[in-house]
């Protein structure tokens, strides 16, 4: 499996952000997807994942209200969408298969 | 959320000396149905993704040099390092993905003396 994701983002304070993460490959229905967000030196934050199969998601409490995860089975895509944005949230964005392969990181800058 | 607390912080160890880094849950990540530790360690250099050494606590990931192993478990986990390369300097990452809610360690940097 590996796994490819979009390319960097720079957004305004307010607005949202929506990452993808695509997987080629052979991929299971009994897996997930998770995603975790570094900001510049800072250690590893866990968002959310999702059920590739059943589409459940659980996203941790910090992020609940402003991040939506989903995916798309026939094109073996998911999505992480973080809306409200602050400077706070720049960060690298990483998605990955279970624990492992890991997408290469989508950097995402909030800024006005 | 089941908080993961990783010890040093930060540690120095001369080439060819063992390191050792620990972990520990808050609760039991051990599932006793099938008799797993939902633990995984990662490896992170500079502008890199984390790469996952060791799985259900001490499985090693296809590739990973065996002098990396891991051992513990209930709460109390252990990621050595048997004979320090210079291409091991990195900060190391403990998780669990035991709830529903996966969670980090916050990082052990690791140094060469």
């Known amino acids: 499996i590996q796994l490819v994701q979009s390319g960097p983002e720079v957004k305004k304070p307010g607005t949202s952000v929506r990452v993808s993460c695509k997987a080629s490959?052979?991929?299971?229905?009994?897996?997930?997807i998770q995603w975790v967000r570094q900001a510049r030196g800072q250690r590893l934050e866990w968002i959310g994942l999702?059920?590739?199969?059943?589409?459940?998601?659980n996203c941790a409490q910090k992020f609940q209200d402003r991040v939506t995860i989903t995916r798309d089975t026939s094109t073996s895509t998911a999505y992480m969408e973080l809306s409200s944005l602050r400077s706070e949230d720049t960060a690298m964005y990483f998605c990955?298969?279970?624990?492992?392969?890991w997408g290469q990181g989508t950097l995402v800058t909030v800024s006005s | 959320d089941i908080v993961m607390t990783q010890s040093p912080d930060s540690l120095t160890v001369s080439l060819g000396e063992r390191a050792t880094i620990n972990c520990k849950s808050g609760?039991?990540?051990?599932?006793?149905?099938?008799?797993?530790?939902?633990i995984a360690w990662y490896q992170q250099k500079p502008g890199q993704a984390p790469k996952l050494l060791i799985y259900?606590?001490?499985t090693r990931e296809s590739g990973v040099p065996d002098r990396f192993s891991g051992s513990g478990s209930g709460t109390d986990f252990t990621l050595t390092i048997s004979t320090l390369q210079p291409e091991d300097v990195a900060v190391y990452y403990c998780?669990?993905?035991?709830?529903?809610?996966?969670?980090f360690g916050q990082g052990t940097t690791l140094e060469i003396k």
């Open positions: 990955a298969w279970g624990v492992a392969p």
């Open positions: 490959g052979f991929t299971s229905l009994d897996s997930v």
């Open positions: 999702i059920v590739v199969g059943s589409g459940d998601t």
């Open positions: 609760q039991s990540v051990l599932y006793t149905s099938n008799n797993k530790n939902y």
């Open positions: 259900w606590a001490s």
């Open positions: 998780q669990q993905y035991y709830s529903t809610s996966w969670t």
